[in-house]
């Protein structure tokens, strides 16, 4: 439900000083919340504007002169007493049930909602679509250049299912004017509808978006800043991501597009795997210290275990795959072998990560130690080509 | 004093008709008399000095925290961890973003449990609450004394605890943050000093609800207690209640860790959220111990330097209480985000009920001011300065209150600069005009005017550039408790960091004014502003004993008109002689 804002040139200047801009969701814009906030501003405004008046007059008009005390007036008045309190009652009861309509709203999903997963962990989102593929572009904020993009579809209801790996988060998404907090014990549903692209508006923009083999021209789009809002540590700060809201079809498209070209390496498979999925928040390929260790040269290298066992040259010379089972139940088992001198703070992400990009990790780590991979050698990468290819030919055919 | 007088004290001990500032011997004789003591006005002092030696070291905090967010990324932060911890890696503080949220727990603990909190109630009020009803002391001195060392061992122990165990979890110490990181042994003892600072509170809350109960001086009854003691009143009951709720809570969380059962840990079982619930449950109420004591300084200083009754004397005084009640059924407002529907409705009609009392307490000052004869002394200046802050303050709490709008402006610098607004424009401004209000009877001094006022400019225009502009971050959408932010919030963070340091200056002067007036400052009167209460009745130093005679309460502590003859001075203000109390004696 959508209701017209109101035109006054006055009203819409005040939005852009408060806001930047009038929300950007339904639950936000017009009467929702946008126009609640700018109902108590103006009450606030009369006021506090009558109030610090009286003050700065009779301050003035009373000021002390020697030699001339107070004037006699009433200690109380009981009509004008009632008054005062029943006024700001009756305004503060607009106040809750407007609130409370707009809060309803906001909370309550639309029926038939397109419903996305999210994962919160220290220090990232995760959206995993109903084709089981998360974000794969990043932009960069800050010191960070692995902050996801997540696609979303312009003026549909839309449900995330949202759950937290380790600590509490909150979502926020400033233009929608809403937010909730992440847990790790349950889920909670963040729903919105994302405003429809307007044209006129200078902040829709146009790009081509690539995956993989295939590109679409002028896709509009806007935008948004995900920010967590319930202090979770160290990089607290950098917990960002960026909400791109696309037109439904082009969004059908971004959402359906198989991910990996035909052929495609799979060490180039963990690379995007490294960004999409957060393993870059804490992991460096660089050698640098992070949360975790590094993965740079690694691979087929003695490991020291935090309880005093290792993982010996011994077993690693005895089995070609010790270290790539040592990747694997790292990555959905973390807690079960942790590295000397790292907290045991890892999310697992079992059910997260297809075989194949799994595998893309591991030879994406192995790469670092400046190993080859031999594609041929490494299953689950033929299937990944038949499907590109099918893919290609149902392009083609369309 | 007239040798009648004289005369007539030989009943009393002559060892407590000295001015209670008086030295005792030698310079360790002295010292030893005043960690010894068991007089009020000393336990009050000593902790007035602790308390804003406290507010320095928060302070000092918040500067860095502001020139931290000068920048948007974080590079100023690692040039502070540098110079400050040159011990680098295996510094205890931690790397570049633990150091920011380190220095961020720091400024919240110090200043919400180690500065507001005991604050007002514990100096002024425990200097100038038995001084008003007429008393000769608190009713039990001795655990007087002990709330001002457990404060003084709780605060030690705490900053040592954050500053050795990096403790990072914000002043709140959400779980499962807070217990899931490797500070968790910290995060407990963290805890544990809160508590003891709890019972500094409970010791001093319970002391004062007795003194109010019995010993008022003659002829008071409860209406005509002035309303700084309602004030006191109302918050040492909240004290006394909401405080052993934290200790549940540390308790809790020890078990947690001893004996693995799942309370608050997911992991275990447990429910986050639940210790949200607990922790506000003590901290909700406990902002009201931070602001109720400042609404009663400022009803003192508006009366007194407008030399007019308080408007609505009852409706303030039953506010108080309102508002104490109420407190305790708010704490869910914190959690609009993390909790059910129905809870949150609950709450939020909750919240706006206790803005009520708050309103009306406001009009009532400013009613106060009509028909008066307002002289703008600094406390006036500040009182008037509360009256603006507080007042924005309050009315910010309506969107947080309201359900839709909080779903945006949780969480963000909106409720940072919200809650600022209260506590600094409310609580400390408050603070600042009750220290100025009662400063010649608490040294027998007065201070200089004129540069006492160029800092409480200073300060109110730092104190607005620093926090005004944070309103527009928060509906802007920046996150608390951020060290790095996107470069759209920059000029605005930078606006608000050179206020920072405005404000700062105004301290520096009025530290400077407080050093000169101790020294130089011009002899006080017995009651250079003319106030009514009792206070203004004893010596310019009051005795050790207080009074020379136990006061009779012949008029209100406001009745200016009836008492204040027209067309005097505050030079020449006559109080009741003392040969018409004795009569009545």
């Known amino acids: ?398 | 004093m007239t040798t009648v007088d004289r005369a007539l004290d030989h009943a009393h001990d002559d060892h407590h008709d000295v001015p209670y500032l008086t030295g005792k011997g030698g310079p360790i004789a002295t010292v030893w008399d005043w960690m010894t003591t068991v007089d009020h006005k000393k336990i009050g002092v000593m902790y007035l000095f602790t308390v804003l030696f406290m507010f320095f070291l928060g302070g000092v905090a918040a500067l860095m925290l502001r020139i931290e967010l000068f920048e948007p990324t974080r590079q100023t932060a690692a040039g502070i961890t540098g110079a400050a911890f040159a011990g680098g890696e295996g510094s205890s503080v931690g790397g570049v973003g633990k150091f920011y949220n380190t220095v961020m727990t720091l400024h919240g603990a110090i200043m919400v449990f180690m500065f507001i909190v005991p604050g007002i109630p514990a100096s002024l009020g425990n200097f100038f609450l038995p001084l008003q009803l007429g008393a000769k002391d608190v009713a039990f001195p001795r655990l007087n004394l002990a709330s001002w060392y457990v404060y003084v061992f709780g605060s030690f122990f705490g900053v040592y605890v954050i500053l050795t165990g990096g403790i990072d979890t914000g002043w709140t110490f959400y779980t499962p943050y807070s217990t899931s990181t490797e500070g968790q042994p910290q995060v407990v003892a963290m805890i544990l000093a809160v508590f003891i600072l709890g019972f500094s509170s409970i010791f001093t809350g319970l002391n004062f609800i007795v003194t109010v109960h019995k010993l008022r001086a003659p002829g008071m009854g409860w209406f005509d207690m002035p309303l700084f003691i309602w004030a006191i009143y109302a918050t040492s009951i909240i004290q006394v209640l909401a405080t052993p709720v934290i200790g549940v809570t540390f308790l809790l969380m020890l078990f947690e860790r001893l004996f693995q059962i799942g309370i608050f840990d997911p992991g275990l079982g447990g429910d986050p959220v639940l210790y949200q619930h607990f922790f506000w449950f003590y901290s909700h109420p406990v902002v009201y111990v931070m602001i109720l004591p400042a609404m009663g300084i400022i009803s003192e200083v508006l009366a007194v330097h407008s030399r007019k009754r308080l408007f609505g004397y009852r409706a303030i005084a039953f506010s108080s209480l309102a508002i104490a009640a109420v407190s305790f059924l708010v704490w869910g407002h914190h959690m609009f985000t993390s909790q059910g529907e129905l809870a949150a409705t609950i709450f939020s009609a909750l919240t706006f009920l206790v803005a009520i009392p708050t309103a009306v307490k406001v009009f009532n000052w400013i009613a106060t001011l009509y028909k008066g004869s307002i002289a703008l002394t600094t406390p006036m200046l500040y009182a008037l300065q509360f009256l603006f802050l507080f007042s924005i303050g309050g009315l910010t709490g309506l969107p947080l209150g309201a359900l839709s709008t909080d779903l945006h402006l949780h969480d963000s610098y909106f409720v940072v600069a919200h809650f600022h607004y209260v506590m600094f424009g409310g609580t400390v401004i408050a603070f600042l005009a009750g220290i100025h209000h009662w400063w010649p009877k608490m040294f027998g001094r007065m201070y200089n005017e004129f540069w006492a006022k160029i800092a409480s400019g200073l300060v109110f225009v730092g104190f607005n550039v620093t926090f005004f502009t944070q309103f527009f971050l928060g509906t802007q959408g920046m996150p608390r408790r951020y060290a790095s932010y996107v470069d759209e919030f920059t000029t605005l963070h930078q606006i608000s960091t050179v206020g920072s340091f405005v404000l700062a200056l105004g301290f520096v002067v009025h530290l400077f004014v407080f050093i000169h007036s101790l020294i130089v400052g011009e002899r006080a009167g017995q009651n250079p502003w003319g106030g009514l209460t009792l206070e203004w009745e004893t010596d310019p130093i009051p005795l050790e004993h207080n009074f020379r005679h136990e006061p009779i309460v012949k008029h209100g502590p406001y009745d200016f008109e009836s008492v204040v003859p027209p067309g005097c001075d505050e030079k020449d203000f006559p109080l009741p002689p003392q040969d018409e109390v004795r009569t009545v004696h």
């Open chain 1, 1 to 398: 439900m959508i209701m017209t804002t109101p035109t006054l040139a006055i009203h819409d200047f005040l939005l852009d000083i408060f806001f930047r801009r009038g929300a950007d969701s339904d639950v936000g814009s017009g009467w929702g919340i946008d126009g609640l906030f700018m109902f108590i501003w103006w009450v606030s405004v009369f006021f506090f504007v009558l109030l610090m008046g009286l003050m700065g007059w009779w301050c003035w008009k009373y000021r002390r002169v020697p030699g001339k005390a107070a004037e006699p007036s009433a200690s109380h008045n009981t009509a004008l007493e009632i008054t005062w309190t029943v006024i700001p009652t009756l305004i503060l009861v607009v106040i809750f049930f407007w609130g409370y309509d707009g809060y309803l709203r906001a909370q309550m999903p639309e029926g038939s909602a397109e419903q996305v997963d999210l994962t919160a962990f220290k220090w990232g989102w995760g959206m995993t679509y109903d084709t089981g593929w998360g974000a794969d572009e990043t932009v960069t904020l800050g010191s960070r250049d692995d902050i996801p993009v997540f696609y979303m579809p312009e003026d549909t209801p839309v449900l995330l299912k949202m759950s937290s790996q380790d600590v509490i988060h909150s979502f926020w998404v400033p233009d929608f004017r809403t937010k909730l907090d992440v847990m790790p014990n349950r889920f909670t549903p963040y729903s919105f509808r994302a405003a429809a692209l307007d044209e006129a508006d200078e902040r829709v923009k146009t790009m081509d978006v690539q995956i993989a083999d295939s590109v679409r021209e002028n896709v509009r789009y806007r935008d948004h800043w995900i920010f967590c809002a319930e202090y979770c540590g160290d990089l607290h700060s950098e917990m960002a991501a960026v909400m791109r809201v696309v037109s439904k079809d082009d969004y059908e498209w971004w959402k359906s597009q198989p991910r990996y070209g035909a052929g495609t390496n799979p060490v180039e498979v963990g690379e995007k795997v490294y960004i999409a999925s957060g393993c870059a928040t804490c992991h460096s390929v660089d050698g640098s210290a992070g949360t975790g260790p590094t993965w740079f040269e690694v691979y087929n290298r003695p490991v020291p275990f935090a309880d005093g066992s290792e993982l010996s040259q011994a077993e690693i010379d005895a089995d070609p795959l010790a270290w790539d089972n040592y990747i694997r139940e790292s990555i959905l088992n973390p807690s079960a072998k942790i590295h000397e001198g790292y907290a045991n703070q890892m999310p697992s992400y079992d059910g997260r990560l297809s075989d194949v990009e799994l595998r893309g990790l591991i030879a994406y780590i192995r790469s670092l130690s400046g190993l080859d991979v031999d594609t041929e050698n490494i299953p689950g990468f033929e299937a990944l080509d038949e499907q590109a290819a099918e893919s290609d030919a149902a392009n083609a055919e369309g």
